[in-house]
């Protein structure tokens, strides 16, 4: 159906109202009609194409808000008036009234309502720090989001768990952030900056010692500003992808620079077929609390087609030898919607990963970005038609096994525009994933494509320094990106 679908709209709203419009046809092109020409001339009627409307029609006491939709022959069309003023408020008016239409027409809803940002929980921080109690926050998200009261349930409880370690905020506590940009192969569902070794490998000795050259240049501001470290996060790509020798000079030089006093450090240790004992025996002896290996799924079959250079044997070989080097805060990463994979396929990955009992299990949607190798293929890689029962299937596992839900995002051209949440036995809340997702703590990135957030706490502002993406490019200029990071830096903590 591509090229096939047409927006008309009267307002500045456009994108709102295409946003919910891709939540049901998917990542269709949407083309933009002058309104006025859409009126006069009915021709544009006469195609096999879906036509939608947007129309705002303004009044003395608010907004009268009209979404229809044609498609051949077949036409329907939805308004509601709304005592609105603010432009968040009518965006939102854009956004309630066509999703009622395309829910009606298609009917169909989704868990989410019309939220299609990736952060669903600052709404509810907001409204508690208001002073809105529990069931107050549940019917504004039902009434005001057409939110499910299931999502709105587990919003509120997420919420009041991330609060005590968000509050209070500290604007001279940070995160540290360490980005290695290289696996052993790409999997292919994977958009993130990844660089298989068998291609990139002659690169990763001077991209340390860029990484490292960045993280010594900050670290005197950091020094300056009296900055206290937090958490520490390793991630990538596949950390674990760097051989022993470079692992071990990384961890080092992160343990320097960071390491006194911090409350959480963690290195992900992702690809199964990485994890060696000399690697965990570095990790420990440079005091990682935390680490995630993450098989994805537990059936061979399906991590053959995903790319996964490893089996569930080496999975829960590489668990076993984590637990003996004496690791007790372990994640496990499980990807729901892989390609071919049902109820049955979880069931059983389900049931693997008790008989391992991890700490912590964080549940991904599966989500098709332009930059995976599985783009071309979104309609047989990821719409199985079965991820709402699989995430309950997943909830309910996590309760049985005493963990509850800690932290949770959505990202764009999920299945199901459902969400990312992760569970975990108490205790074992992940700090640095609650401060990165709710963004009430600066941090600071280091590596290609990491991206450093200042949080100017007091103008409710973020703001963003994101680093080269091309591993060439990044060690070129590195320079160039410290001197942009210094200088955002700068201008938060020197009015601090």
Known sequence: MNGMMKLAVNHDYAMEAANIIRMFYGKEQIDHLDFEALENNQSFFLVEEIILQSIIDIQDDGIVVKAAIQYGTEKREYKEAYSVSTVKQKKEAVKLTMYKLLSEFHNRTYPWGILT???????????????YHEKQIEAFMQNNYLVSIEKALLA?????????????VDSKKVSIYIGIPFCPTRCHYCSFTSNSLKTCGGLVEDYLSALMYEMEQTQALMNKYKLK?????????????LNEEQLDRLLSKACTLYGDGIEEFTCEAGRPDSITE??????KQRGVTRISINPQTMNDETLEKIGRAHSVEETVRSFQ????????????????????EGVEHLDKTLRDIEKLQPESLTVHTMAIKRASIMNENIESAAKQG???????????FARKQNMHPYYLYR???????????GYCKPGYECIYNIQIIEEKQTNIAFGADAI??????????????????????????IDEQISKKLQLLDELYKEL
Request: proline share 4%.
């Open 452 to 477: 450093t957030k200042t949080i100017f706490v007091q103008e409710n502002r973020i703001e963003r320094q994101g680093n080269i993406k091309d591993i060439r490019l990044y060690i070129a200029r």
């Open 278 to 283: 000399g690697k965990l025996r570095v990790m």
């Open 321 to 340: 030898l984590a637990r003996k080097m004496g690791f007790d805060n372990i994640n496990m990463d499980i990807i729901l919607g892989l390609p071919g």
């Open 229 to 241: 470290v937090q958490t520490i996060y390793i991630g990538g790509g596949t950390p674990t992808s």
């Open 117 to 131: 940002g990736i952060r669903p929980l600052k709404i509810v921080h907001e409204l508690m720090d208001k002073g």
């Open 411 to 421: 990202q764009k051209h999920m299945v199901e525009n459902l969400e990312n949440i």
């Open 156 to 168: 509120v409880e997420i919420a009041a768990i991330e609060r005590n370690f968000i509050y209070p």
């Open 386 to 396: 079965n991820t709402p029962e699989m995430m309950k299937l997943t909830a309910a």
